[in-house]
């Protein structure tokens, strides 16, 4: 579907503490008047963000999940720190404004950051009025504006520390496969099998950039007067300095077409299945292209995509099955993450991307 980024009420359980919440604000946000109003964006899955309002001024405020089991894997701090720098240097970054290690404030730490208003494409937006040619563009759009970002000067934007590229695919391969085991629940045969081949089939690193390492549709923030013209990229909680050819493989996991198995269809963040959509080997090659790059055996990295989704998906399934979370979404997770993992194998025994 097409929507503006709506609020809803708080889900039972996700709850913050509005007074502390309130008296931080006063304290560390220049004007800032209550009483305050708190809302939830009710999309995403791992690190929550909700609404902040007090009068006409309005926040957003990025916290971690609750029922976490591992407090390194969302990093406020180090995500405050990235678009404190980046939003500097790359327009679309929001800029935060504050953050708290306070944990007698709302119980973890977290960070407050300006509001982008605008569109996210989400969905398979049928029945909207999302012409094929406007689509186009804002694929276009997408690919293009991952281009601007793995160019970026890392060392200029003060991010260079940020990560540690050199054996980066090594430690990718390995660290995924390792989260897999640790968060499973339930026998996989092809995830094992694809992790097994990933760890043979590893190329050497392609270099290094600023990558976002969750690039996709529903992260992206739209202008409504032009569905072409990039807004917003949000969720930076993976951002690192890494080999740019995995992050554009995450793009590409998540990138699912009309011809795809039905189990990767469920799984649609954006309108990738519509008419006027680039298809993976264009979106591919359009930004090779952008980025100067000569032909690139894409198999290993959308092969890849497809694993770290589905481990993502599984340490999510896993919270809700251990009962950390009782958000009902994921109750069905299980089935999401045997699709990517039947699609990967299927990807590995063609032999093509």
Known sequence: ????????????????????????????????????????????????????????????????????????????????????????????????????????VIGVPFYVMERRRGIILRGTAQGVALDPATLRRACEALIDNLAVLHMLDSQAAGLA??????????????????RYRNAQTDLVPALDEVASWLAQSRP????????HNDYKFDNIVLDPGDLTRIVAVLDWEMATIGDPLMDLGTTLGYWVEAGDPPTLKHLVVGPTMQPGSLSRRALAERYLSATGRGAVDLLFYYVFGLFKIAVIVQQIYARYQRGLTHDERFAR????????????????AAGEF
């Open 1 to 104: 579907m097409i929507e503006s980024e709506e609020t809803r009420p708080v889900r039972a359980g996700e709850e913050l503490d509005a007074a502390c919440l309130n008296a931080y604000l006063k304290a560390h946000i220049p004007g800032w008047h209550g009483p305050l109003v708190v809302e939830q964006f009710p999309h995403g899955h791992s690190n929550l963000t909700y609404l902040i309002r007090a009068g006409d001024r309005e926040l957003v405020l990025r916290r971690p999940p609750f029922g976490n089991p591992v407090k390194t894997a969302h990093d406020m701090a180090r995500e405050y720190r990235v678009l404190a720098r980046l939003s500097k240097v790359y327009n679309p970054a929001p800029e935060p404004y504050a953050y708290c290690d306070d944990e007698s």
């Open 161 to 178: 520390d940020l990560g540690k590229p050199s054996g980066y695919v090594e430690r990718q391969v390995k660290g995924w496969s390792e």
């Open 204 to 211: 050497a690193d392609a270099g290094a950039a600023l990558i």
């Open 333 to 348: 997770l299980d089935a999401a993450v045997a699709g990517l993992g039947q699609a990967a194998a299927e990807t590995v």
